[in-house]
């Protein structure tokens, strides 16, 4: 084999031999092969196969033909056009349209979209709807609670959780938020953890509607009972402070972390909150355990226990300081 037909072949540009009349097909190394005829004359046909580097720069090689000695006829094929091959874009333009949709990703902010103002929106409403807010009276402010749109847990929300009790009670027990039960009935503290509550005011020699006064932070129940968020306290702590005005309280009793956090707005944790005197709206407020977890942590009713007697001689002192 001379030498030049020896550098073709290790190109990949070496003739290839058919059978006239066979049928060619591929291999699965990608090679061709062909289904052999007897009685047919040998025509071999080859096309050069350019190679990667000449590819790439685009060029097209010119068809290499031959013919088996002794063959009658010869015929050389048509070159067959040879084409670069083509980048597949498909996956470019997938990535293409979700980048374009911003809303999937989480550290995007989704395009404005022309809406109705919300109640909560407009910071002058809100203002105006505090202000309206600390004249009503109890029957318009339960009504105003029954129909807040202020936060989104209104969507979710089976009754709001207005509070229940004397409306002229001295003491004032404060939770955090409805739970399940709460919501369904529409009154907090309810369940067990409402009867172990009821327990603890009858130590004290109180009862749940005789001169104590029951609400919550927040009116309406957090989806699967998580902590509200501080946007949903800020517009809920207006109906708080109302109820606080309207009561009169000489004493509020913080059940629970959140409850004392968002009461005294801190974030300091409920062990260095609780065996101090501190103060809500010029009202004295003891920090205790919530019932709930009383009921999983019963090592700590003795601590609970001395919270109430802490708060027991507090309102004493403010009974004593009034009489004087």
């Not at 001169?211 to 968020?229: D, L, M, S, T």
Request: hydrophobic share 40%; proline share 7%.
């Amino acid at each position: 084999m001379a030498l030049h037909e020896t550098v073709l072949e290790e190109l990949g540009l070496a003739p290839r031999w058919v059978r006239r009349g066979s049928t060619s097909t591929t291999d699965a190394g990608g090679e061709a092969s062909v289904a052999d005829e007897p009685g047919r004359p040998v025509e071999v046909v080859a096309h050069a196969v350019p190679d990667a580097r000449r590819e790439a720069a685009g060029a097209v090689d010119a068809p290499v033909t031959a013919t088996a000695r002794g063959n009658a006829e010869t015929r050389v094929a048509p070159p067959e056009p040879t084409h670069a091959a083509e980048p597949d874009t498909r996956a470019d333009s997938r990535t293409d349209t979700q980048i374009d949709d911003l809303s999937w990703f989480d550290d995007q902010a989704a395009p404005a979209v022309d809406e109705p103002a919300q109640p909560f929106a407009d910071a002058r409403a809100t203002s105006s709807g505090v202000a309206s807010i600390a004249t009503l009276d109890w029957d318009a402010l339960a009504d105003r609670v029954a129909g807040c749109q202020a936060c989104r847990l209104c969507e979710k929300r089976t009754n709001t959780v207005f509070g229940v009790g004397d409306r002229e009670a001295e003491w004032m027990l404060i939770g955090e938020a409805p739970g399940e039960n709460e919501d369904r009935q529409g009154e907090p503290f309810v369940g067990q953890a409402g009867k172990l509550l009821d327990n603890m005011l009858k130590s004290l020699a109180l009862a749940r509607g005789e001169n104590v006064y029951i609400a919550n932070v927040i009116k309406c129940r957090p989806p699967g009972n998580r902590n509200p968020e501080p946007d949903e306290v800020m517009r809920c702590e207006p109906y708080l402070q109302r109820q606080v005005a309207l009561v009169k309280p000489k004493l509020i009793v913080a059940l629970g972390r959140f409850a004392a956090q968002s009461l005294l707005r801190t974030d300091a944790s409920i062990s260095s909150l609780r065996g101090r005197v501190h103060e809500y709206e010029g009202v004295p407020v003891i920090v205790t355990y919530h019932p709930a977890y009383l009921l999983r942590s019963l090592q700590d009713k003795a601590k609970a226990w001395a919270d109430l007697c802490l708060a027991r001689a507090t309102w004493q002192r403010a009974e004593r300081g009034q009489g004087e």
